[in-house]
């Protein structure tokens, strides 16, 4: 079995795994957060559990269980206390039947301060508590305080419709009845995907909101733009697409704003999961799914995707890094990336990419071991020679000697018949500045010892 093949088998039993994941005791969770105020903002934890793995009671003719439900919500930065949270989710049933297709659904509200945290779930069959189930998920509470303007996340649903206000359903809000997907499953046993979101401090009269499907390897599979008109401190934008066509696969929501004449500058994206078994992979397909580069980008937001090219600088030509200047919107960008990436792919007979893969190696070990209190070790000068040329083949580390500032060599035989960089701590904060090197084309500085020396 080839490596494609491996690849391609790996992702239908991933999906075979989550349908069928579906009639056991499993908690799926998601995330979206929304405006508040200044200080805090909104956010909503959307859980569910299939019915199947509770324990009922029967009285009269009835059914009754519950789950026991514990969040833990703590700060990565660990500044503030974590936020807990544990309720009762009782299930009263007349019929047992079935009970793989009854999904228990709910949400929670918190009110968060912006910065990333980590939210642990904990559930509990109340009648048999060894039975238990976790799931802990990274997420960034965005900040919606400015007047800038933005989407918040996106909720993706089963059903959104428009009801009369009813304080007492936890689904209801600006006059619409929205009942999350958790799983963010959808295909065969869902096969209309429907999302919330909202848009905040719009700054045109007249505008228009696109939101597309896209694959895992950037092609757009469904596009629908709508106009919209008039200024609005917030606005609710809402939306489906029918995917009772596309094969399995793992594919993003991008909701954009763009102006009259189609040039779309915000965006905000959602990845999402359709498992269509009936629906067979064609060569292409199976080919492009195997390319884990542009499924990577198929999840990043714009902001994600930004970085990744400030960190590929250092391979690009003038002309790419002109026209990713001239890109806006994140579909344009993760199409240029994946092009970016697979130009540079030394064997595209592989879904390999190893060039990519090693120069992500690269900036993951300078960020480990270059960083320092106000630069990611990546832009550091040690991290930019590391990334380009890799390891040396020496280092020469002096860092005592009474008269000179703490200096590395690093000597790469391989180069040029032999090179040398000079990195000088400079203000003593671990912070190594490239001095002089013997490479063309890096900066050549022969007195570098006098600049280094502490008299």
């Given at each position: 079995m080839?490596a494609?093949t491996?690849i391609v088998?790996l992702?239908?039993?991933t999906?075979s795994l989550q349908a069928q994941?579906?009639?056991a005791?499993h908690?799926n969770?998601?995330l979206a957060?929304?405006?508040?105020d200044?200080?805090m903002s909104y956010?909503?934890?959307y859980?569910s559990?299939s019915?199947?793995g509770i324990?009922y009671a029967?009285d009269?003719g ?8 514990h969040?833990?919500i703590?700060?990565?930065d660990?500044?503030?206390d974590p ?6 989710v009782?299930v009263?049933l007349?019929d ?15 009110l ?5 945290y980590?939210?642990?779930v904990?559930?509990?069959?109340e009648a048999?508590?060894e039975?238990?189930d ?8 965005r900040?919606?305080s400015?007047n ?6 996106i909720?993706l649903?089963s059903s959104?419709?428009k009801i009369d ?8 809000k600006n006059?619409l ?6 799983p963010l499953?959808y295909g065969k ?5 429907m999302y919330?979101?909202?848009l905040y401090?719009t700054?045109a009269e ?8 896209v694959?895992?390897?950037g092609?757009t ?5 709508m106009?919209r008109?008039g200024?609005?401190?917030s606005?609710?934008e809402?939306g489906?697409?029918k995917l ?5 696969g793992?594919?993003t929501?991008i909701v954009?704003y ?11 994206s959602?990845?999402f999961?359709i498992?269509?078994?009936d629906?067979p992979?064609?060569?292409l397909?199976a080919?492009?799914i195997a390319?884990?580069i ?6 990043m937001?714009?902001d994600e ?5 400030d960190?590929?600088r250092y391979v690009?030509?003038?002309?790419e890094k002109d026209?990713?200047?001239s890109l ?8 240029f ?6 130009d540079?792919?030394p064997?595209?007979t592989?879904?390999?990419n ?8 690269r900036?993951?070990?300078c960020?480990?071991?270059f960083?320092t209190?106000?630069r990611?070790?990546w832009?550091?000068d040690?991290g ?6 890799g390891?040396?083949?020496?280092i020469?580390r ?13 000597r ?7 090179v040398d960089?000079?990195?000088v701590?400079?203000s003593g904060f671990n ?7 013997t490479?063309r084309?890096?900066?050549?500085n ?10």
């Amino acid at each position: 079995m080839s490596a494609r093949t491996i690849i391609v088998f790996l992702l239908f039993a991933t999906f075979s795994l989550q349908a069928q994941q579906q009639s056991a005791f499993h908690t799926n969770v998601d995330l979206a957060a929304f405006k508040y105020d200044k200080d805090m903002s909104y956010v909503e934890m959307y859980y569910s559990f299939s019915r199947t793995g509770i324990t009922y009671a029967k009285d009269n003719g009835t059914y009754t269980g519950a789950i026991v439900v514990h969040t833990i919500i703590r700060r990565e930065d660990e500044q503030q206390d974590p936020v807990i949270k544990n309720w009762r989710v009782p299930v009263t049933l007349t019929d047992t039947s079935n009970l793989a297709d009854k999904a228990l659904i709910g949400r929670v509200n918190y009110l968060l301060e912006p910065g990333k945290y980590r939210f642990a779930v904990i559930s509990r069959d109340e009648a048999k508590p060894e039975v238990t189930d976790s799931v802990e998920v990274l997420f960034e509470v965005r900040d919606f305080s400015t007047n800038a303007m933005r989407f918040s996340d996106i909720e993706l649903a089963s059903s959104v419709r428009k009801i009369d206000e009813d304080p007492a359903n936890i689904f209801y809000k600006n006059t619409l009845e929205i009942i999350p997907n958790p799983p963010l499953l959808y295909g065969k046993p869902m096969p209309s995907l429907m999302y919330y979101a909202e848009l905040y401090n719009t700054d045109a009269e007249d505008f228009l909101v696109k939101s597309e499907i896209v694959s895992s390897y950037g092609r757009t599979m469904a596009s629908k733009t709508m106009r919209r008109s008039g200024k609005h401190a917030s606005r609710v934008e809402v939306g489906s697409h029918k995917l009772g066509t596309l094969p399995s696969g793992v594919y993003t929501l991008i909701v954009s704003y763009g102006d009259t004449a189609q040039k779309y500058t915000l965006s905000q994206s959602k990845a999402f999961y359709i498992f269509n078994p009936d629906i067979p992979f064609d060569t292409l397909q199976a080919s492009q799914i195997a390319d884990m580069i542009a499924s990577e980008f198929a999840s990043m937001a714009e902001d994600e995707l930004n970085e990744n090219f400030d960190m590929a600088r250092y391979v690009a030509t003038k002309g790419e890094k002109d026209i990713w200047a001239s890109l806006s919107g994140s579909e344009s960008k993760r199409k240029f990336l994946t092009k970016f990436w697979r130009d540079r792919d030394p064997d595209q007979t592989t879904p390999f990419n190893e060039f990519y893969s090693e120069y992500k190696q690269r900036v993951m070990l300078c960020n480990e071991q270059f960083r320092t209190a106000y630069r990611a070790g990546w832009r550091s000068d040690r991290g930019r020679v590391y990334i380009l040329y890799g390891s040396p083949d020496y280092i020469e580390r002096k860092y005592s000697e009474s008269d000179m500032k703490p200096h590395e060599i690093w000597r790469y035989d391989y180069i040029e018949g032999g090179v040398d960089f000079i990195f000088v701590d400079r203000s003593g904060f671990n912070n190594f500045e490239l001095v002089h090197s013997t490479k063309r084309n890096e900066i050549s500085n022969p007195d570098w010892e006098r600049s280094a020396s502490t008299h």
